[in-house]
C-alpha cells in the first residue's frame, strides 16, 4: 500500500485528489493539510467532503503530514510548493507537483530538492495534453518558422496565473520542436501598436471565464492555411486520477525529476 498525503486538500484539485485516492486500491490516505485558519483544521475528512470515508484529520502543519507519507500530491500555490519540496527531500517522500505558476526561482529549488528525493512535476496530468505536447513538438519539427505558432488558453475565472501551465508545457514543446529556447521566443499579451508580429516568435494568449475547466490550442498558422491541435478537459478528475497514477510510479524511481510524458511512457 502507498501512504499517500495530499497538500491542500480544501481545494478545488484537493478535494479531487481525496476522491481519486480513495478509488485506487494500490493507494492509502495517511495524511492531508490546508491553510492554519481554513475551517477544516482538526477535522476529519469524513465530516467534512461528502462522499469521504476516510478518518484521516486536516492539519495545518504539513510537516506532520509529510513525515508519514511515501508520497505527496500537491496542487496548491508556488510559495507552498516550495516549501513541501523541502520537507518531502528531508522526509525522502516523493514529490508529485501539479501547482503551476512557478517561476525559474522555485524551478531551481526543486532541481536541488529532487537530489534527495523523486520529484514528478506536470503543468498537467491527464494522457491527451501529453499526447498533444508530443504531437506539437513533431508539429513544429516538421513546419519551421514559415508557420506561425500561438498558444491559446482559456479557465475558469478562479485561476491566478497565465499562462496556464499547460500552455507553458506546449510552448516548450514547440520551442523544443524548432530547436530554440521559449524565453527567446515567447511573446505574450499583446495590446495597442505592437507593430507586426516576429518570424519565429511563439505567442500567447490566456482567456479567463465561468467554470471552464480548461482548453487549450496549439495554431500552426501559415500561408493559406492553419493546423490546430487541441484539448479540451471538462472534469477535473481527469487530472486528479493521472496524479494519482504519477504517485504510484514514483515509488519505485530513483531521486530526480520526471514529468508525465515519463510516467506514460510517452517520450
Ligand atoms: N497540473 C495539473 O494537471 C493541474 C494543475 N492545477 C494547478 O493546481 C493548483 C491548485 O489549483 P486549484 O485546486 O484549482 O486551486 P485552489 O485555490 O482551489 O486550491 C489550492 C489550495 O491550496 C491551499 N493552500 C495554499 N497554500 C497552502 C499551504 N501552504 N498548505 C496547505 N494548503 C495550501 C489553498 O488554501 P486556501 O483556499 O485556504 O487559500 C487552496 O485550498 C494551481 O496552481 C493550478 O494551476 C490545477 C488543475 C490541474
Ligand atoms: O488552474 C487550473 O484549473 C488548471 N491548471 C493547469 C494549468 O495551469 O494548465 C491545468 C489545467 O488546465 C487546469
Redesign the pocket.
Known amino acids: 500500500m502507498i501512504g499517500v498525503t495530499i ?10 485528489l481525496a476522491r481519486a485516492v480513495a478509488q485506487d486500491a494500490r493507494c492509502e490516505l495517511v495524511g492531508a ?3 492554519p ?2 475551517e477544516w483544521i482538526g477535522r476529519r475528512l469524513r465530516d467534512v467532503l461528502p462522499d469521504s470515508a476516510s478518518d484521516v484529520v486536516v492539519g ?1 502543519e ?1 510537516v506532520d503530514a509529510i513525515a508519514n507519507a511515501d508520497v505527496v500530491i500537491d ?6 510548493t516550495r ?2 519540496a523541502t520537507l518531502c527531500a528531508q522526509a525522502g517522500a516523493a514529490h508529485v ?5 512557478l517561476d525559474a526561482d522555485d524551478l531551481e529549488h526543486l532541481t536541488r530538492c529532487a537530489v534527495h528525493t523523486t520529484i514528478v512535476r ?5 494522457l491527451g ?1 501529453n499526447l498533444l505536447t508530443v504531437l506539437t513538438r513533431k508539429v513544429a519539427e516538421a513546419l519551421g518558422d514559415d508557420f506561425d505558432i500561438e498558444i491559446v488558453e482559456m ?2 475565472r ?4 497565465a499562462p ?3 500552455a507553458l508545457m506546449l510552448g516548450e514543446a514547440a520551442a523544443e520542436g524548432r530547436g530554440v529556447a521559449l524565453d527567446d521566443m515567447r511573446e505574450s499579451g499583446r495590446d495597442g501598436m505592437t507593430g507586426e508580429r516576429q518570424r519565429g516568435a511563439i505567442g500567447f494568449a490566456a482567456l479567463r471565464g465561468g467554470d471552464v475547466v ?1 482548453e487549450h490550442q496549439a495554431i500552426f498558422a501559415g500561408t493559406g492555411e492553419r493546423i490546430t491541435l487541441g484539448h479540451i ?1 471538462s472534469d ?1 478528475m ?2 486528479a486520477r ?2 494519482v497514477a504519477a504517485a504510484v510510479w514514483a515509488r519505485d524511481q530513483a531521486a530526480g525529476e520526471y514529468d508525465m510524458v515519463d510516467v506514460l511512457g510517452l517520450s
Open positions: 497538500t491542500g486538500v480544501s481545494g478545488r484539485m484537493g478535494q479531487m493539510t490546508a491553510l485558519d481554513h495545518a504539513a496542487f496548491t500555490a508556488p510559495e507552498a516549501e513541501h507537483i501539479g501547482t503551476t505558476g506536470a503543468g498537467n496530468f491527464s495534453v479557465h475558469h478562479h485561476k491566478v496565473d496556464s501551465g499547460t480548461g478537459a477535473r481527469l487530472f493521472g496524479a
